[in-house]
């Protein structure tokens, strides 16, 4: 009857949404909107990656229990990855789920689902590295049934075998060339990712290989001149496109830089180890590992005059130090110390227009040398990736008879340093140690530094519980299907 | 002719036991007739329903008088005959009934006397004459009846005694000491008697049938009080009714609970039935400041308004189906009767003025405090010269509150034919609000009519029109800091003016905040409402007890609210010059419209039964179309609409459809009026959940004890009945219709490949596509007594109502994905118990104007529980029982609803060693702070240690009334009251927190200092460190009060002077409301509610709009 049959008029909702190949786009870039969430790529992702780790210290609220190891099932970034991951996955899986119903170009439409099962990939990767095995959802969410709304844990393998057809199917649908989106390179670079946190050295020496074959991808010269990330297209893999605005903020420069002149302070959270006290310093700072001499991604400044070609500190000590006319020293402590320059941001707070890497190609070339030399040794071809970084960061070439590197052991603890000083600050070098830490369980010693060893520091004791993020309070309590993970 | 004011809910008449008409013969004078044929023929003569219970006229024979020019007259004549004398309830609805009084058939006394005439006049209290007014010569058939203008002429034996009855009138006698003109008799409304008649949804019940628990209040009830609408005039008059004016801002909504709170998140108002149209208000605004919403049920005229009956119970508020949970409020208005049209005139002008100030702090008390607390907290003080003071000390409360004038014109004139009746009304009402630039008024025009066509149909129409304009400029349940006026009126500073030198409105130079006065004169925020709410219907008769009637009707509302908010707004002044200024703009158009069929059926199944069936069907739907929009950046404030605004803010339209289709069947079925029984049925099919249909039976049963052989005659009591039922309610009324959808929104956008963004659209909302109705189930016992021949009657019930499935809002886990983290389930259910008493007494009833008093009064008790909320998983991923907290309350399983939850305190710290030895307070406490109790005993004090310490629901709320006459005065006197409940007094959280650049209560003055240890007032420091001022007991205050709510005392001027200004009737009187209150709650009103219609949020005191003390003058006239 008329009468009782009431759609809900001013709201969209699945009996009105997806009808159309426009809708299909909405869909999609919603699902990439995602990859912008306080949660994900414009905050606590990248904090995660950086804070706990060797790279940095912070004495400041949520921040500061994840720099101490003391991090609970409360603490904010435990709820806001989960939270932000799966909204993220809900979006995707609206996208997996509707658009095949949709009359449209066919081409356009196999396009759009390939990069919605890239991104859903994507957050369930970021998912199983730190909370191990999580609820695999895999259809948009939109009943309150409890056998809908409350899922179990699926177990670790059963996420990297959905993530690994996520990313085949990608893989086939997706184009070589598709600026801000998603392209093979991604989804390949994605792969060796994946594969290299399984340990799977082969497999993802043939994905980061599938990337650098293509030829499309090279490391721009001058590496200053790849911050901000604004879509330098020839060492850009994928990018999250921030806006400044409402349709897009990066937070981090507002956490990593000095105040604004303004009123507005926020206490950044985010500081290099460098010249910390020795209270707060980790086992490996940053300055046992920087040739400071040489190479340019890092400069040390002691004069007024600051080089602004480099990206990372300068001295805590140093007065009258202006970056820009918008960034300067104040007279709160919080301004004091080396701070990284990867996003120089604007001033309105937390509304930075400045992109964020995902997957660039330097941390392919270094994937595959990591994966190649695992695989077999040094080799000329790992020698090869690994100089391809090291001379864009004017470091002199390795070669095959520098004698220090001969073993693979060697090569090894080269090819994280050579991460640990690319990479520092786009929020990899957590998930490496916890890499390395995985490794460690099988091959005792393997890497000089793992996240046990940070671990060790800070709690005391060897705690192998602290790999893996407790589960989100809010989740426990409200989905009784879950065990929380052992040691919280 | 004599007719009385007929409800059109007429779709029913109840008879009791329908007469038989047997053959029609002619009888002379001479013969005699059995009563009973005698009462069928009438009826059918006069088209009437005559109803007597079948004991009373059984083989009865009396001549067959036909004297009589009316019904009534005959019926006068012939029934004392037979010891018995009739009501007239309506128009076409006769009860007879015993007369105690008549000593014997046409007994003549022995000594013969002479006959004298005697005429005079028959008026109510008001001095309206009174047609219609049976008068009967004592002991003797021998009566005539009063004419339009209430006069009579009789002749009869000098020294006998003249019976006045009508019903609904205390009947007097007065004796005959000679011939006279000037018999002048008032008579005296009889409360018991105006309930006899119960409208009880689809049709009416006579009192003494009734098996459910319903309330009747009448129109002299309402109209006492002056207030804008019916729901305010409810309060205290009925049991089990509570009615809370939440704020005294004009016209604003009224709060009313039948029988507690039963639902979380749906709402908890009764259904209104208004003429037969369903009405459940919703007070939305689109420009919302505060809590307060314009009350859609002020469109109606409490003086149209003939009587209002409340289904309390669930098997009298079944028939109402999925919207009755809440009880239902069956409004009944005026109807024209047969006769000369009469008009009538009321009027009254009052004012109304603040009830109390508060006492805060004047500008040396407050810069002494405001230094100490700097200081205390080392920071710079803010007067470093106490002896040159800024050369102001502003009294905020004497700026912002005024005198205002309340008044109220009305005019209606009603008539009617034997074949027509109407009433047409129209009134002005227009209430100032006593905070400036706040206020109330309400155009309203009402008509009933309807038309008989022939014998058999009837067709007829209730409207009522009203414009309605509320001035919500007052910023209510709002702090200081955010513009609030009430509170900002008591915490702004005393040494800054309200405008200086210059006419610049002074600011507080130690805080953003706002100068109370200015925001009031620079904004404006109204909202313009034109409401119709009516019928029109059919009736036909297709025999003379089955008729079936249709019926269409409407609730129409359109509210158009404009806000300007000028460049000199105070609070903008700090802005940078091109935002300043700013205008909003809302829209709504609701239509909801309805059209029901009825069919009433009263088959003839013998002497000892009467069975009334009803059988019945109604769709309704709503539509709701809403927008709003906003601009701010005005240059000039010569043009307020957003046309002239320079940045556009914010646009949004929505609409929302909603459909109802029900059916519904009803019995009434009594034996020898001694077992009474009603069962009921509604199917309704909701368009708000996928499963549209749901069932709500009920079943009544009733037992006259005193129409039981064993029960004795002569007994004190002249009537006992003891009721029981069940009936089954729901309630729908999600704030959202849409709530079991899921949604997307717009608004997740991202950068395309070719740099540009574009637009995107996400998941919001989970939808809950297996979502019900809340079901309420509730039981009722009762007891209703007569004592005295009813001079005395006494109603009592005890209910026990359970709703179960409410309509809960449950935290999802986040790994849903949804990005709005609950969902609306059918979770946890809430218990409702209480007792209810009304006592009715006459306690002196006067003969011809002399002295009358009688008493109303009415208790309700009400437990309210939380029976479970459902579970969900603790840390430890155990299920626990799910408890809700909110800012200050807790829904808690076994606790009631709206629990305060906060802190416990424990005096003030002395010393640093007893700070050392207590339980661990964060923020290093000082002496002079409040030392907290650590509840659970873990040594730390943190919000694990917040526990339940205040209930907001009374223990019991009660109401008494007195009227008193004495020849041409009346005086009555209306107490209520509420008892037990608790106050959070978020009011003195903010002026006695001693924290900041506020002004403060003069209770601080007692503030801890070394030098001033005995006290229970913490010491002042900026930014409150320890936090003294958090959520705790110390905010908690017993709510009980005792209230004068209305006093009125009216005179009625004689006759013999007013006739000769052609005016039948005049009273004047003159009427205060909230009098005097007894209470120890130290705000400015114990009746106050922030947040007026939420069952969990319940009982705070913030920054409400206080009430007013009322005086006012009236007048009723009749010509």
Known sequence: CDILDKPPLPSISPENFFQSADDAEAGLTAAYDALQGTGLYSQDLIAVGEMPSDNCTSNNGDVASLDRISWTPTTSQVYNIWRDSYLGINRANAVIRYVPTITMDEARRKQILGEAYFLRALHYYNLVKLYGGVPLRLEPTESGEQSVIALPRATVEAVYTQIVADLTAADAAVPASNANRVTNGAVNSLLAKVYLTQRQWGAAVTAANKVISTGRYSLVTNFKGLFPAENKVSETILEVQNQGNADGNNILPDLLLPSPPATYSFPKFNIPTLFLSKENEKPTDLTSVVDTVNDRRWSRVSTTTVRVDTVLYVRRDYASFVLSSSRSRGASSNDLGPFVYKWPGAPNAFNSPDNTYILRYADVLLMYAEAANEQAGPSADVLEKLNLVRTRAGLAALTPVSPQYASKKAMRDEIDRQRRLELAFEGERWYDLLRYARHNQAEAGAHAVTALDIIQQRLNRPDANYLLFPLPQAEINNNAQLQQNPGY | ?1119
Do not use: C
């Open chain 2, 1 to 1119: 002719a004599l007719l009385v004011p007929t409800p059109d809910v007429l779709a029913a008449p109840t008879q009791l036991l329908a007469a038989n008409y047997s053959n029609q013969r002619t009888a002379s004078r001479a013969e005699t007739v059995a009563l009973k044929d005698l009462l069928g023929r009438w009826e059918k003569e006069y088209n009437v329903t005559i109803f007597y219970e079948s004991d009373l006229v059984r083989n009865k024979r009396v001549p067959a008088q036909a004297d009589g020019a009316t019904l009534d007259a005959k019926m006068a004549e012939v029934l004392p005959q037979a010891a018995l004398t009739f009501k007239k309830l309506r128009a076409d609805y006769y009860l007879v009934v015993e007369n105690s009084n008549t000593v014997s058939t046409a007994k003549t006394a022995n000594v013969s006397v002479a006959d004298v005439t005697v005429s005079g006049r028959v008026t109510q209290a008001n001095g309206e004459g009174l047609p219609g007014v049976t008068v009967v010569v004592k002991g003797t058939a021998n009566g005539a009846s009063t004419d339009v203008e209430g006069r009579f002429s009789l002749t009869v034996p000098e020294g006998s005694t003249l019976v006045f009855s009508y019903v609904g009138y205390v009947r007097q006698e007065v004796p005959v000491a000679g011939a006279t003109t000037a018999l002048n008799v008032t008579l005296v409304e009889d409360t018991k008697a105006l309930g006899e008649v119960v409208v009880v949804g689809y049709g009416t019940l006579a009192r003494q049938e009734l098996t459910t628990a319903v309330s009747s209040v009448g129109a002299q009830q309402i109209e006492r009080q002056k207030v804008a609408g019916f729901d305010q005039a409810l309060q205290g008059q009925a049991p089990g009714v509570q009615v809370t004016a939440p704020t005294g801002a004009p016209g604003a909504g009224i709060n009313v609970r039948i029988r507690g709170n039963s639902s979380l998140n749906s709402s908890n108002s009764p259904l209104y039935v208004i003429d037969g149209v369903p009405v459940l208000p919703t007070y939305d605004r689109e420009l919302s400041v505060g809590n307060q919403k314009p009350n859609p049920l002020n469109a109606i005229n409490p003086a149209d308004i003939e009587s209002i009956d409340v289904l309390k119970d669930g098997a009298a508020a079944a028939i109402y189906g999925v919207r009755a949970s809440n009880g239902v409020v069956v409004i009944t208005t005026k109807r024209g009767r047969s006769g000369k049209p009469q008009v009538g005139f009321n009027a009254y002008y009052g004012v109304q003025s603040l009830r109390k100030k508060l006492d805060v702090l004047n500008s040396r008390q407050f810069a002494e405090y405001y230094n100490e607390s700097q200081a205390n907290a080392g920071a710079a003080i803010g007067y470093p010269d106490l002896n040159n003071l800024p050369p102001y000390d502003t009294d905020w409360q004497d700026e912002v509150y005024r005198t205002a004038a309340i008044q109220n014109y009305q005019l209606n004139v009603s008539g009617g034919t034997d074949k027509t009746h109407y009433y047409v009304g129209g009134g002005y009402f227009k209430q100032d609000g006593i905070i400036l630039n706040s206020g109330f008024d309400r155009f309203n025009f009402k008509l009933n009519f309807d038309q008989k066509a022939g014998e058999k149909f009837r067709v007829g129409t209730n409207l009522n029109l009203s414009r309605t304009n509320t001035n919500g400029s007052v910023r209510s349940e709002l702090g200081l800091g955010n513009s609030g006026t009430v509170l900002g009126t008591l915490a702004q500073i005393p040494t800054i003016p309200v405008r200086d030198a210059n006419g610049t409105y002074g600011l507080n130079p130690f805080s953003l905040s706002d100068n109370p006065v200015g925001n009031l004169l620079e904004s404006s925020n109204k909202s313009l409402s034109y409401q119709v709410i009516g019928n029109v219907f059919g009736e036909y008769n297709i025999l003379k007890n089955l008729q079936v009637r249709s019926s269409i009707g409407i609730d129409f509302r359109t509210q158009l609210e404009n806000e300007f908010i000028t460049r000199n707004y105070p609070g903008t002044s700090r802005a940078d010059a091109s935002t300043r200024g700013s205008g909003r703009t809302g829209t709504t158009l609701q239509n909801i419209w309805l059209w029901e069929n009825t069919v009433t059926y009263n088959p003839n199944i013998g002497d000892k039964h009467s069975l009334q069936l009803l059988v019945g069907q109604s769709v309704q739907a709503s539509n709701r179309f809403a927008s709003n929009a906003s601009v701010r950046g005005y240059a000039s404030n010569a043009v307020p609409y957003l046309s002239a605004g320079t940045e556009r803010l914010g646009t949004s339209s929505y609409e929302e459809e909603w459909g109802l289709t029900s059916l519904f069947a009803r019995a009434i079925y009594s034996y020898e009026d001694r077992y009474l029984a009603t069962v009921s049925l509604r199917q309704d099919g909701t368009s708000r959940f996928d499963e549209h249909y749901g069932y709500f039976p009920a079943v009544a049963l009733g037992w006259r004890i005193s129409k039981e052989n064993f029960f004795p005659q002569n007994s004190k009591v002249s009537d006992l009945k003891l009721r029981g039922s069940f009936g089954s309610n729901g309630n729908q009324d999600l704030s959202y219709t849409y709530q079991r959808f899921s949604s997307y929104v717009v608004g997740a956008n991202y950068t395309g490949n070719s740099g540009t963004v574009q637009g995107g659209i996400r998941p919001d909302r989970i939808g809950n596509r297996s979502l019900k109705w809340e079901t309420s189930n509730q039981y009722d016992l009762g007891l209703d007594l007569g004592m005295f021949n009813d001079r005395l009657t006494l109603t009592a019930d005890a209910y026990l109502k359970r709703s179960k499935d409410l309509l809960l809002s449950v935290p999802l886990a986040p790994s849903t994905g949804a990005q709005v983290l609950d969902i609306i389930q059918n979770v946890g259910s809430v218990e409702n118990k209480g007792l209810e008493f009304a006592l009715n007494t006459a306690n002196v009833q006067g003969q011809n104007g002399g002295f009358t008093w009688s008493t109303n009064l009415n208790v309700s008790l009400n437990r309210n529980k939380i029976l479970d909320l459902g579970t969900l998983a603790n840390d430890e991923g155990d299920l626990v029982d799910r408890t809700i907290i909110y800012d200050y309350s807790i829904s808690q399983k076994g606790k009631p609803l709206g629990s305060f939850y906060g802190f416990k305190t424990q005096g003030i710290f002395q010393t640093q060693d007893e700070i050392s030895s207590a339980p661990t307070q964060p923020n290093n406490p000082q002496p002079g702070d409040i030392r907290f109790v650590d509840v659970n005993g873990d040594g730390v004090i943190n919000n694990d240690d917040r526990t339940i310490i205040g209930n907001p629901n009374p223990k019991a709320i009660a109401g008494v009334t007195n009227t008193f006459s004495f020849k041409g005065l009346d005086l009555s006197v209306f107490f209520q009251g509420s008892f037990g409940n608790d106050i959070y007094n978020a009011n003195r959280q903010a002026l006695e927190s001693l924290t900041g650049p506020v002004n403060q209560l003069t209770t601080v003055l007692d503030r801890w200092t070394p030098t001033n240890t005995n006290t229970s007032i913490p010491r002042a420091v900026y930014n409150d460190p320890n936090n003294n001022g958090r959520f705790s007991n110390r905010w908690i205050e017993d709510g009980s009060y005792v209230r004068l709510k209305n006093l009125t005392l009216g005179y009625t001027l004689p006759t013999s002077i007013i006739n000769k200004a052609r005016i039948s009737s005049l009273r004047v009187y003159v009427s205060g409301q909230n009098l005097l209150t007894w209470t120890d709650y130290s705000g400015y009103d114990p009746e106050v509610s922030a947040d007026p219609f939420s069952s969990t949020g319940l009982g705070r005191d913030f920054g409400v709009y206080p009430q007013a003390r009322t005086y006012t003058v009236g007048l009723n006239a009749n010509f």
